[in-house]
Structure formats: structure tokens, C-alpha cells
């Protein structure tokens, strides 16, 4: 009780002072960025032609990686034997779903900070539709993850890195479905995707020094932490960053679904790239791709991914129940809701909530707590100010009890007195009479 007088309170402060207007993006707090690191300049010169060359030959040289088939049985073991040659862990993630059976290749760098769980991911498909043998789409951006993780399994980082090769994508985004759903209930606590799909491709000024980051609107935090990162290294690069609406249509998209931060970089030249056919063609050869292009574009993620793993997490909050795409009737939770066949439904994910149901988010570091809002689409509903602790509650229900009924979006932010803030989010369709 006494916390919902406070809370009541908190909220009345909040609305009077205009602090009820939230940020509209935030994600964990980075420590800024000032300079570049001498050790990632190294590493970024290491990037070369001939390594992206090898990658993309090899993974071509297999054919078409229609999901499911015996090539992308051959293409997924030759990535695992190069993740292992590395010296990484490497495991397969099996899985089936609709009509497919496949499997995802992951590979670890384990981060030195045994204090933290924070996990970042570098990911792209290795898939292909029926026809394609796919050098652009994806082993353009599966030819970058293996050289990044070729030269960073040489380093150790603050943070864990996963490099993930997923099949499955051209059918539906399954592959990444699957496992951001097995990694959302096994609470892993990624903090950051970066999805490289169709890298290679550059025909014009422009584009040969431009590269795309798709960002939705919970995720641009990355995109913001890349731009910086590119004007940092820029000298190193000769890549500039331009940040766009996001696109639904690559493997990215699972993560966000399943509540973890999740952006999608692409080639600056897409449209010359679908005007010409080759997407999605026989076309979709080694042959057509810029290899000055992608060699630039492997330097600049392989940058971000190594400043985002390095750079110290100073807030984090994180929603650790209700469970993303699961159903829950007064706080209990019922059915895992696994059957979403189109990835175009909007529905992977979300979570189905009857009568009234707990939220609990953990805040990580949580000494220098001030305050916790919980928000139901952007309006403040609730608030907490007391002592500061790991974990925090709330019953999900808006403000002088009005029912919630269909979609909606529950969100936490977290103010610390030294001004830092951090956000997380769920959506849900709701009945909570
Ligand atoms: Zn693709």
C-alpha cells in the first residue's frame, strides 16, 4: 500500500515537473565513446579482401542453401569447422518448425568480466531461396561475421560475443525465430544484435561509402552507438553510417519480437541490387559483389562490435516476467504460444495477458537507483521511489484502475541520481478486467 501511495505521488511530481514526457529511445546506458581504441585500429587493419574473398567462395562454392537441404547441411558444417578452427566454442541449434528441419551455427568468445552475463551478437543467414547460390544474400554478411570472428577470437573483450550463422531465413525467419525464442526463456541477457544481411553489393559513389543501419524504434541505441563509432574510425573505414526506419524482413526482426535490442545493417545500394535482379536470382554471384565495399563494411561492424563489448554497461534494465510469447491468465503462466508460421503477423512474441499480471524487471547495476516508471504506450502509470533494489514490481493495470483491453506496450525506465537511464519493453495484448 505504501508503495502505491508513493507511486501515486512520484507520478503526480512527475507529470507537474514535465518529466512525465520520457525519452522516446533509450536503451542501456554506454559509457560514452571518446576516442578510438589503438587495439581496435589494429584489429580493423587486419580486415583484407582476400579473407572475405575465401569466405564467400567456399560458402558459395556449396550452391543453393535452400533451408533444409543437404547443402546447407554441407555449408552449416563447413562454418562450424571454421568457428572451431578459430579456437571458439561452437555449438549447432537444432531446430524444426512448419515443414524445415535445420540448424543455426553459434560460436562463443566469452566475455573476462565474470561479473557480468551481458552477451552481444554479430549474426547472418546462410540460407538461401531455392535458385540462389546466394553470395550477397547472405554470404555477404556471413562472409563478415566469419572474418570478424577470425580476428576478434584473437582478443578478449569486456563482454560475451556470439557469432551466429542462421538458416531458415528465407522461409520465414525461423532459424532466428527459434532461437530468440529458446535464448528469451533461457534468459539470456543479450543486450545488443547487429543482423548483416546483403552487404556486398556497391555500384555507385555513394554507396561505396555509405552503409545502412535498419533500426526500430526500441533498438536505436545501437544505430546511434554505431554512427558514433564510424565518425570515430572513420580514417580506418572510409565507411559513414545512415540510419533508417526498420524493415522487418531479416533475422533481427526475431530478436526484437522476443524483446532484446536488435538492428539490421544493409548495403547503401539495395535498390540497384533489386533493379538488376540479381536478388533472389542465379545472378547472386561471388563475382557481383564490391570487394573494396565489403571489406570497408566488414571494418566498420567488426569497430562496433568490439566497442560495443568493450565499452562499459553502466544501467541496464531488464523485464524478466511476464515471458515474451507466452500467455498468462491472472499471473500464471499457461501456454508458450510457438505457432506463428508468418513472420509478417506481428503476433511472434507477444504475449497474451488475462486479469491482472506481475511485472518484474531486474536493474543492473541497482545502488544508484532513484526511480522506476512503468509505462503502458508511452503515458507514465505507475512509479516507484524507494530504496533501490535488484528487483522491482508491478501489477500491470492503468492508472485509477481503468480495464486494459487489446495491444499494447508495457515499458520500464529506470533514472539513477547520477542522471543515467535505461529502458526496457514488452508488448502484450491484454484483458485485464
Ligand atoms: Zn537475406
Not at 563447413?78 to 555449438?91: P, W
Not at 533475422?251 to 535490442?261: A, I, K, M, P, R
Request: proline share 4%; hydrophobic share 35%; with cysteine.
Amino acid at each position: 500500500m505504501r508503495r502505491k501511495i508513493i507511486g501515486i505521488f512520484v507520478v503526480g511530481i512527475l507529470l507537474l515537473t514535465g518529466f512525465a514526457s520520457v525519452p522516446s529511445q533509450a536503451g542501456p546506458a554506454l559509457q560514452p565513446l571518446t576516442s578510438p581504441d589503438p587495439q581496435i585500429i589494429d584489429m580493423i587493419q587486419q580486415v583484407n579482401e582476400s579473407l572475405l574473398y575465401y569466405y564467400n567462395t567456399h560458402l558459395t562454392a556449396f550452391g543453393p542453401r535452400y533451408t533444409g537441404t543437404e547443402n546447407c547441411t554441407k555449408a552449416s558444417q563447413y562454418i562450424y569447422d571454421e568457428f572451431q578452427a578459430m579456437g571458439l566454442s561452437v555449438k549447432f541449434h537444432n531446430w524444426t518448425f512448419d515443414k524445415f528441419t535445420d540448424r543455426n551455427v553459434v560460436a562463443t568468445l566469452p566475455g573476462t568480466d565474470t561479473s557480468s552475463n551481458a552477451i552481444f551478437i554479430i549474426c547472418a543467414h546462410y540460407d538461401t531461396v531455392e535458385i540462389s547460390p546466394g553470395a550477397i544474400d547472405d554470404g555477404s554478411g556471413v562472409s563478415a561475421v566469419l572474418a570478424t570472428a577470425k580476428i576478434l577470437s584473437q582478443h578478449s573483450f569486456n563482454y560475451t560475443i556470439r557469432f551466429i550463422a542462421f538458416s531458415g531465413e528465407e522461409v520465414g525467419l525461423y532459424g532466428s525465430y527459434l532461437y530468440a525464442r529458446d535464448v528469451s526463456r533461457r534468459g539470456d541477457n543479450i543486450v545488443g544484435v547487429i543482423n548483416l544481411d546483403e552487404i556486398g553489393y556497391s555500384n555507385t559513389m555513394e554507396g561505396g561509402r555509405t552503409f545502412c543501419f535498419l533500426c526500430p524504434s526500441r533498438s536505436k541505441w545501437i544505430g546511434d552507438f554505431a554512427l558514433t563509432v564510424s565518425t570515430l574510425y572513420i580514417k580506418q573505414t572510409n565507411m559513414t553510417v545512415e540510419l533508417y526506419q526498420n524493415l522487418i524482413l531479416s533475422d533481427h526482426q526475431s530478436f526484437v519480437e522476443y524483446g532484446f535490442d536488435a538492428i539490421f545493417g544493409q548495403q547503401y545500394d539495395s535498390d540497384e541490387y533489386y533493379y538488376e535482379h540479381i536478388s533472389h536470382s542465379r545472378n547472386d554471384t561471388s563475382d557481383r559483389i564490391n570487394w573494396t565495399y565489403i571489406t570497408n563494411v566488414t571494418k566498420l561492424v567488426l569497430a562496433v562490435v568490439s566497442e560495443l563489448a568493450s565499452t562499459p554497461l553502466e544501467l541496464q534494465v531488464i523485464i524478466t516476467t511476464p515471458y515474451q510469447g507466452y500467455s498468462y491468465f491472472f499471473n500464471h503462466p499457461l501456454l508458450p504460444l510457438d505457432f506463428w508460421k508468418s513472420s509478417f503477423s506481428s503476433l511472434r512474441g507477444t504475449t497474451f495477458i488475462v486479469g491482472r499480471t506481475e511485472l518484474n524487471v531486474d536493474v543492473i547495476p541497482y545502488d544508484d537507483v532513484e526511480t522506476v516508471l512503468f509505462c503502458i504506450d508511452g503515458n507514465i502509470n505507475g512509479g516507484v521511489w524507494e530504496v533501490a533494489q535488484p528487483h522491482y514490481n508491478w501489477s500491470i493495470h492503468t492508472m485509477f484502475n481503468t480495464p486494459l483491453v487489446g495491444k499494447h506496450t508495457v515499458e520500464v525506465y529506470v533514472y539513477t541520481t547520477s542522471g543515467k537511464v535505461a529502458f526496457d519493453e514488452i508488448n502484450t495484448i491484454i484483458y485485464t478486467i
